[in-house]
C-alpha cells in the first residue's frame, strides 16, 4: 500500500512523490521511450515504456513545497535504472 503526493506540477505518470512502506517520500522521475529512441536502439521495443528512472528520497515537494510528513533524516542519496540496454 502507498500514497501519491497529489500536485499540479506532477500531473504525470511518470513523474510522481510517493509514500512507501518505510515510510519514505520518494521522487521518482522517468524518462519514456520515444520514436526517435525505439529507432536508435534496437534493445527497446515498446513506444511510452520507461528508458530511465530516477528515484530519490525528499522531505518536501520541490514543486509545491508542500512537508511531507513522516520522514525521518534521510540521507542524500538516489537510485538510478537504466532499462536502454535491455
Ligand atoms: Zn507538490
Redesign the pocket.
Known sequence: MYIL??????STSQNY?VEDVDPRWRLIVSKLITAEDLENNHYLEILGDVLEQIDLPVNY??????HLDNNETVEVSYTHRDYSKG
Open positions: 503526493h497529489e500536485c499540479v506540477a506532477l512523490i515537494c520541490p514543486y509545491c513545497g508542500v
